[in-house]
């Protein structure tokens, strides 16, 4: 069993920044393929960012790329998530999830522990 609890969530201006993080517990933390997922009112939760076990591979979706930067610390068991330049459009409640897996993992469905999520609201 993972458990994962995100925090660093809050009301930033656009062009603001905020850094989340994601607390896991378990020993075998760094096995784990992580991800940071979103989910705005009335949409479906997407993928942000992912990141494979070592930290040596990750992806960003298109709307974030070159704004994010996704991380790992594999001592700490812990991920953050860097959000730079935010939008309006990027706020959504922001979940933590993750797989045991040593690659990347693109699909929702395919994570097996989720975090309850951090809210970011970005003003205009």
């Known amino acids: 069993q993972v458990q994962l609890v995100e925090s660093g969530g809050g009301l930033v201006q656009a062009g603001g920044s905020l850094r989340l993080s994601c607390a896991a517990s378990?020993?075998?933390?760094?096995?784990?393929?992580l991800a940071w997922f979103r989910q705005a009112p009335g949409k479906e939760r997407e993928l942000v960012a992912a990141?494979?076990?070592?930290?040596?591979?990750?992806y960003y979706a298109d709307s974030v790329k070159g704004r994010f930067t996704i991380s790992r610390d594999n001592a700490k068991n812990t991920v953050y998530l860097q959000m730079n330049s935010l939008k309006p459009e990027d706020t959504a409640i922001y979940y933590c999830?993750?797989?045991?897996?040593?690659?990347?993992?693109?699909?929702?469905?395919?994570?097996?522990?989720w975090g309850r999520g951090t809210q970011v609201t970005v003003s205009s």
């Open positions: 990141i494979n076990w070592s930290g040596g591979s990750t």
């Open positions: 378990g020993r075998t933390f760094s096995r784990y393929a």
């Open positions: 999830a993750a797989k045991s897996s040593l690659g990347l993992v693109f699909t929702k469905r395919d994570y097996d522990y």
